[in-house]
């Protein structure tokens, strides 16, 4: 494996990481205004 595909894979990780992040911190927004309204 060279290190340019190595380093292009963990840029993708990175990415899926950061999406994932940011879907987190949306559903605990969400979450909250859910829980607020008392749904």
Known sequence: ???VKKCR???QENK????FSILMHF?????GIF???GF
């Open 1 to 3: 494996m060279s290190i």
């Open 9 to 11: 894979k963990i840029e």
């Open 16 to 19: 899926k990481d950061e999406n």
């Open 27 to 31: 559903h605990k927004w969400l979450f």
């Open 35 to 37: 829980y607020i309204f």
